[in-house]
C-alpha cells in the first residue's frame, strides 16, 4: 500500500470518527500529493522517495509555522501545529541513529572509493538519494564531511 492510499484510507477514518485535527493534517498531505501528481511535466503516480519528501517538506512548514506562532505569544495555533506536524510524522520513515549513519555513510565512501575531501560531491549525491527520508540533509552532510576529513 503506497503511502497516497494510507493517507486515503485514513483520512476517511478520521472522518468517521470525527476527529478534526487528523483530518485537516491528512487532507493538507493529500492535497500536497494531488498538487505534485498533476504539476506540469509531472508523472501520474509519484514515487515513494516523491512522497516522503512531500511529507518532509509539510511537516517542516508546520515547525516553522509553531515557531513563528510561540514568538508571537499563540499558544493556541503553536499547539495546532506541532500536533498536525506530529500526525503527518507518523508516516514517515523512522530516522536514522547516529551509529547507523555513521555506518551507512563509511559504506557508500567505501563504494565510491572517496579517500579525500574533492570526492565530498560524489558521495553526497549517492548518499542523499540513498538516505532520503531517513536523516536531514544537513546530518549527513556533516558526517560526508567528518569522514573524509574535511
Known amino acids: 500500500m503506497s503511502l497516497t492510499e494510507k493517507i486515503s484510507a485514513d483520512l476517511m477514518a478520521a472522518m468517521k470518527a470525527k476527529d478534526s485535527l487528523t483530518l485537516d493534517a491528512l487532507r493538507a498531505a493529500k492535497t500536497a500529493f494531488t498538487i505534485a501528481r498533476t504539476a506540469k511535466g509531472a508523472e501520474a503516480v509519484l514515487t515513494p522517495e516523491e512522497e516522503i519528501k ?30 498536525e506536524a506530529n500526525i503527518l510524522k507518523k508516516y514517515l520513515p523512522a530516522k536514522m541513529s547516529d551509529d547507523e ?4 555513510v563509511k559504506i557508500i565512501i567505501e563504494h565510491t572509493r572517496a579517500k579525500t575531501p574533492a570526492d565530498i560531491g560524489r558521495v553526497m549525491g549517492i548518499a542523499m538519494k540513498e538516505l532520503a527520508g531517513k536523516a536531514e540533509g544537513r546530518e549527513i552532510s556533516e558526517k560526508v564531511k567528518l569522514l573524509l576529513g574535511s
Open 54 to 83: 512531500i511529507l518532509q517538506k509539510l511537516v517542516k512548514q508546520r515547525h516553522e509555522s509553531a515557531e513563528i506562532y510561540q514568538q508571537n505569544n499563540r499558544p493556541d495555533l503553536f499547539e495546532k501545529e506541532m500536533a
Open 101 to 104: 549513519l555513521t555506518t551507512a
